[in-house]
């Protein structure tokens, strides 16, 4: 077990390493980020902050050595040069991030578990697109295998024609159909050091542009009906990686059943409803399972509940809290972009 003043280490330094953070402050932990970009939300509320590049083994070597555990916020950090970190201060495991860091890996992975992804085709050279394309139909969707997040690295295909000129990157590309969903939902579960799992009652997602837009719940009859069988899977998914922490597993609602869009092994964007919302959020249960501490209860607090993300221009912040039922959580970041999330709302209702 891991006790409260003990370091934990967060590789990225991200919005999801800062509630994290917080979190294992209540705790009495106190944390140090790692990460390559010198503006971290996660370091300023964090008590040491190493800024160096994901492939220097003496930073990462020097960073474990002040930490008890080290975790991710950020599922794209390279797995090779984190043999710079005793393996059993890890968690969860490499093995992990090496499943999601790729989109052919994590399908096969999850097929091999009895999951069903959309329809694919593995792209890893140019004249195999059209061939693909062909094989799987159209609509569909052309996404890098490797660095895609929030939407980026993805085309869709209205017709074969389109995908004439397209360059395949030397990762690969996947190609999918496009599923016709009724609703896109996630797993969230926890999973402790003695394999006890939880999990968080399954959101409805929509999705704008790609980006996470909001999580509602209760989510709709058609994705309650189809959770059993996603957990089901999600749980088959933490148990064959030897799982520590929290894992989310997103699912398209389909009327053939649950279809696995991707999985993150990490607090998720999903889940931060989570902190208002039930009895112990995301981030509480991730550090308590990572310092091997019991886990706490995951149940929803309210019959109700709204989490909206607040992306590129920050609406008034008064304006925003003169609802008293708004939970506002802003990120710290100094600069509003296009498509970048600043912070979220949640509502109790
Ligand atoms: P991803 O980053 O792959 O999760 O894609 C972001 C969002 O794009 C998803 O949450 C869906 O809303 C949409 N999307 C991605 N892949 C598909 C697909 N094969 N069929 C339908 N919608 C998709």
Redesign the pocket.
């Known amino acids: 077990m891991i006790l409260p003043g003990s370091t934990i280490g967060i590789l990225g330094g991200g919005q999801l390493g800062r509630m994290l953070a917080v979190a294992a402050a209540q705790l009495g932990y106190r944390c140090h980020v790692y990460s390559p970009e010198k503006d971290s939300v996660a370091a300023e509320v964090s008590a040491k902050f190493t800024c160096a590049e994901w492939h220097d083994r003496a930073a990462l070597s020097a960073f474990a050595q002040d930490c008890a555990v080290v975790t991710y916020e950020f599922e794209n950090v390279p797995v090779a040069p984190l043999a710079a970190i005793p393996v059993e201060l890890l968690a969860p495991g490499t093995r992990a991030l090496e499943v999601a860091q790729d989109r052919l890996s994590e399908k096969r992975f999850v097929e091999d578990l009895g999951g069903r992804p ?1 329809p694919y085709a593995a792209v890893d050279a140019d004249e195999e697109l059209q061939a693909a394309v062909e094989r799987v139909g159209v609509p ?2 052309l ?1 890098t295998r490797r660095d ?4 980026k690295g ?1 085309w869709r295909l209205a017709s074969p024609s389109e995908a004439a000129g397209v360059r395949v990157p030397g990762d690969g590309l996947v190609y ?4 016709r ?1 009724e609703a ?1 939902f996630s797993v969230i579960l926890v999973r402790g050091r003695d394999g006890a799992v939880r999990f968080w009652d399954s959101p409805h ?1 929509v ?1 704008a542009g ?1 980006i996470l837009a909001s999580s509602t719940l209760p989510a709709p009859a058609i994705v309650a009906q189809q959770v059993p069988a996603a957990r089901k899977l999600a749980q088959a998914i933490a148990e064959a990686l030897g799982y520590v922490g929290v894992l989310t597993v ?1 699912f ?1 609602a389909t009327a053939q059943g649950p279809v696995f ?2 999985m993150a092994p990490r607090v998720h964007n999903s889940g931060h409803w989570t902190i208002e919302g039930a009895l112990t959020s995301q981030f509480e249960n991730h550090v308590r399972a990572i310092c091997g501490l019991p886990l706490g209860d995951t149940a929803t607090v309210a019959g109700r509940v709204e989490m909206a993300n607040l992306i590129g221009d920050v609406p008034h912040v008064a304006e925003l809290l003169s609802d008293p039922a708004a939970h506002l959580h802003l990120y710290g970041k100094g600069e509003a972009r296009e498509g970048r999330k600043m912070g979220h709302v949640t509502r109790l209702g």
């Open positions: 959309a569909g969707i996404k895609g997040y929030d939407g993805q999918e159909g496009l599923v969903f896109e997602n999705h790609g997103e398209f869009n991707e």
